[in-house]
């Protein structure tokens, strides 16, 4: 699953547009890990991630 994450994080986070600086790097990560967890509908479940965990 961890595998999966980083291939996502840098195809759509970070191949996308490469940071000038780390900092802008951790801050994009940041961003998309929070909208990967919170925001992201599956097409599986049809909810996000944590919605998902939250309601079990």
Do not use: V
């Not at 994450?5 to 191949?15: N, P, Q, Y």
């Not at 900092?23 to 967890?37: C, G, K, L, T, W």
Request: proline share 4%; glycine share 2%.
């Amino acid at each position: 699953m961890a595998e999966n994450l980083f291939s996502i994080l840098k195809t759509e986070c970070i191949c996308r547009r490469k940071p000038a600086t780390f900092s802008e790097a951790n801050e994009r990560i940041d961003r998309y890990i929070h909208f990967y967890n919170h925001e992201r509908i599956q097409l599986k479940t049809g909810e996000a991630p944590l919605a998902r965990r939250l309601s079990t």
